[in-house]
């Protein structure tokens, strides 16, 4: 019997996302949040405006979304959200006042690139949340 770390439970993943997700951009926007308009630094824009192409996410993201694919039959993927963040803080926001997608709708994907040298650290995450909709 193989030992290693227990394998995650997607179910309570999406839960858990879903549970603890809120809208970023109301979240900066908001003047209690402690920034003062001229020193936000995240560009905030909604999918109509500038909308999220796939062609355009990092190759790791799609090479993952090419395999989910494969694997389910050729979903499709509406995407709604995206959040770029630098060192942690939001650098871009897309996205809407819609409710996160249903669990069985739900899909999200994200990829991480990290820069460290001895006076530098540069973390980039981009993360983006989508609607599937099943054949």
Same mark, same amino acid.
């Given at each position: 019997? /193989?030992?290693? /770390? =227990? +394998?995650? &439970? /997607? $179910?309570?993943?999406? +839960?858990?996302?879903? !549970?603890?997700?809120?809208?970023? !951009?109301? $979240?900066?926007?908001? /003047?209690?949040?402690?920034? $003062?308009?001229?020193?936000? #630094?995240?560009?905030?824009?909604?999918?109509? %405006?500038?909308?999220? &192409?796939?062609?355009?996410? =990092? &190759?790791? @993201?799609?090479?993952?979304?090419?395999?989910?694919?494969?694997?389910?039959?050729? #979903?499709?993927? !509406?995407?709604?959200?995206?959040?770029?963040?630098?060192?942690?803080? =939001? @650098?871009?926001?897309?996205? &809407?006042?819609?409710?996160? =997608?249903?669990?069985?709708?739900?899909?999200?994907? !994200?990829?991480?690139?990290?820069?460290?040298?001895?006076?530098?650290?540069?973390? @980039?995450?981009?993360?983006? #949340?989508? %609607?599937?909709?099943?054949?």
């Amino acid at each position: 019997m /193989p030992i290693g /770390p =227990p +394998q995650p &439970d /997607p $179910a309570l993943l999406v +839960q858990s996302f879903r !549970s603890n997700y809120m809208v970023i !951009s109301r $979240a900066i926007a908001q /003047p209690e949040a402690g920034l $003062a308009a001229e020193e936000q #630094v995240a560009e905030i824009a909604t999918p109509d %405006r500038r909308p999220i &192409d796939e062609a355009a996410m =990092p &190759d790791a @993201v799609r090479a993952l979304l090419d395999a989910y694919r494969a694997e389910h039959g050729g #979903v499709k993927v !509406s995407w709604e959200k995206h959040l770029r963040t630098e060192n942690g803080e =939001p @650098v871009l926001v897309v996205e &809407d006042e819609r409710e996160l =997608p249903g669990d069985r709708e739900f899909i999200s994907v !994200s990829a991480t690139a990290t820069l460290t040298t001895a006076d530098t650290v540069r973390i @980039v995450t981009d993360l983006y #949340v989508g %609607r599937l909709a099943r054949r």
